[in-house]
């Protein structure tokens, strides 16, 4: 949403994706600091805990990738 948002000269997607992703990132933050995705065996419905286990690799490839393009829009690293 971020990179497409830019490329079509729209702010409003643009500022979209950044809220969308400040919140991923938000509960994909341990406690302690650390990333720690949601895991796939039962995701995170809403109103209900998420999934703590089952992680797939593409959630950390995918989280930096968006995290490099917000930064590339904003130079803000939020």
């Known amino acids: ?10 702010n409003a997607m643009v500022e979209l994706g950044l809220k969308t992703l400040r919140w991923l990132v938000k509960i994909q933050t341990a406690e302690a600091g650390s990333f720690r995705p949601i895991g796939s065996n039962g995701f995170h419905p809403r109103g209900k805990e998420r999934a703590f286990f089952d992680q797939q690799p593409i959630e950390a490839q995918a989280t930096v990738s ?11 690293m939020f």
């Open 66 to 76: 968006a995290c490099i393009k917000a930064y590339h829009a904003t130079s803000d």
């Open 1 to 10: 949403m971020i990179l497409s948002g830019r490329c079509m000269n729209k």
